[in-house]
């Protein structure tokens, strides 16, 4: 992802809350994969908060508050049992051993899951994005970086990855903190 383009990302009123560098090894071992770096760049960048208006972007915050650790341990449980119950829907992308191995970093406000696959870890270090609709009734591969993520729900192409209720979402971060965190500039 170009320096650039994270800075054509106004940041909306809030303080934001970054992960220390201890908690990406940390997170990455637990989760057992390489996190990419426009993702890495991302976090560094805005930390923890609501991208676009709907998702938050979960970053490692050592387990505590809202951090990726706690997350992605309890979404990839409700996947599995998603899958267990015969509850996943694939289309247009998706399939039983591609879901069962998604690592979740983000969500939406309306129920979607953001999530990484670590088998399609290509040599620039990037992973695919797939966003699972609300209830599990969708698999849609997004993108290969944050930066495509985000063209992605900030255009026509949101119809696609959301559903052809949705309109082009805007372009922008709210970080969203809490007190005794660090934060930017400390």
């Not at 940390?26 to 805005?46: A, D, K, T, W």
């Not at 650790?69 to 899958?83: P, Q």
């Not at 267990?84 to 399939?95: K, N, R, T």
């Amino acid at each position: 992802m170009a320096e650039d383009f994270l800075g054509d990302i106004p940041v909306l009123t809030g303080i934001p809350q970054l992960p220390e560098a201890k908690h990406f090894a940390e997170c990455e071992q637990q989760m057992g994969l390489r996190f990419p770096p426009s993702y890495i760049q991302f976090v560094n960048r805005f930390g923890y908060g609501r991208l676009c208006e709907l998702f938050l972007v979960y970053v490692p915050l050592g387990g505590e508050f809202d951090s990726l650790e706690l997350r992605w341990a309890e979404i990839g449980e409700t996947i599995r049992e998603s899958l267990e119950a015969d509850l996943v829907e694939f289309p247009p992308d998706g399939s039983v051993d591609l879901v069962r191995g998604l690592c979740p970093f983000g969500v939406s406000e309306n129920g979607h899951t953001v999530a990484w696959d670590p088998s399609s870890h290509a040599e620039d270090g990037e992973l695919d994005i797939y966003m699972m609709g609300n209830k599990m009734l969708s698999v849609t591969r997004v993108g290969r970086s944050m930066r495509e993520f985000v063209r992605a729900v900030s255009s026509a192409d949101v119809k696609r990855v959301l559903g052809i209720g949705y309109e082009p979402l805007p372009i922008c971060f709210r970080p969203l903190g809490s007190s005794g965190r660090r934060t930017a500039g400390t």
